[in-house]
Antibody, heavy 121, light 107 residues
Framework: EVQLLESGGGLVQPGGSLRLSCAAS????????MYWVRQAPGKGLEWVSS????????HYGDPGKGRFTISRDNSKNTLFLQMTSLRAEDTAIYYC??????????????WGRGTLVTVSS | EIVLTQSPATLSLSPGERATLSCRAS??????LGWYQQKPGQAPRLLIY???NRATGIPARFSGSGSGTDFTLTISSLEPEDFAVYYC?????????FGQGTRLEIK
């Protein structure tokens, strides 16, 4: 059974930093691209960042460019998101997402329950 | 950046009716389009990928169609558990974007 368990969210002041973690199990972690997707309260879904299975390929959405860093430890089946210079608009539930390769594209086929990040003074 | 526009914003239907949700891309995404369902308080769930392929465990009443810039998610006969918010998403290039969502509510 696939499981994704996020942790590390919480209340942080503007300008602060947080490191999110996602512990994965139930699949071959190193074979799958992984993603972070966020959802602000009452709003839609926003892709944050992606990382390839070996960790050598990363991509970022505009909100996180230069401030967020995605990484993974395949020996520990864990995905990370280091967030710095946090702003009020970063307040959201952050979902860890497993990728599924269809033969042509990677899709978001399993989502964790999310961890809430609140940026406020 | 590819903008995905979903319509309608809200769709009010009754159980047993047919639902048709639309997603239009600002430029061609070929068949690189997926659909997700999100119920209140839950994480999203993948329904359709590559425009028309059902994800594992998704009932046959869900179907996807389209290519290029115009896509449709059809639910052939609504069940009570289908009332939720639906998002489309493209994987054509970077950045990955989602549509703003269609809320399917009980009439």
């Amino acid at each position: 059974e696939v499981q994704l368990l996020e942790s590390g969210g919480g209340l942080v002041q503007p300008g602060g930093s947080l490191r999110l973690s996602c512990a994965a199990s139930g699949f071959t972690f190193s074979s799958n691209a992984m993603y972070w997707v966020r959802q602000a309260p009452g709003k839609g879904l926003e892709w944050v960042s992606s990382i390839g299975g070996s960790g050598d390929s990363t991509h970022y959405g505009d909100p996180g460019k230069g401030r967020f860093t995605i990484s993974r430890d395949n020996s520990k089946n864990t995905l990370f998101l280091q967030m710095t210079s946090l702003r009020a608009e970063d307040t959201a539930i952050y979902y860890c997402v497993k990728g599924m390769y269809s033969g042509s594209d990677w899709w978001f086929d399993f989502w964790g329950r999310g961890t809430l990040v609140t940026v406020s003074s | 950046e590819i903008v995905l526009t979903q319509s309608p914003a809200t769709l009010s239907l009754s159980p047993g009716e047919r639902a048709t949700l639309s997603c239009r891309a600002s430029q061609s995404v070929s068949s690189s389009l997926g659909w997700y369902q999100q119920k209140p308080g839950q994480a999203p769930r993948l329904l359709i990928y590559d425009a028309s392929n059902r994800a594992t465990g998704i009932p046959a009443r869900f179907s996807g169609s389209g290519s290029g810039t115009d896509f449709t998610l059809t639910i052939s006969s609504l069940e009570p558990e289908d009332f939720a918010v639906y998002y489309c998403q493209h994987r054509s290039n970077w950045p990955i974007t989602f549509g703003q969502g269609t809320r399917l509510e009980i009439k």
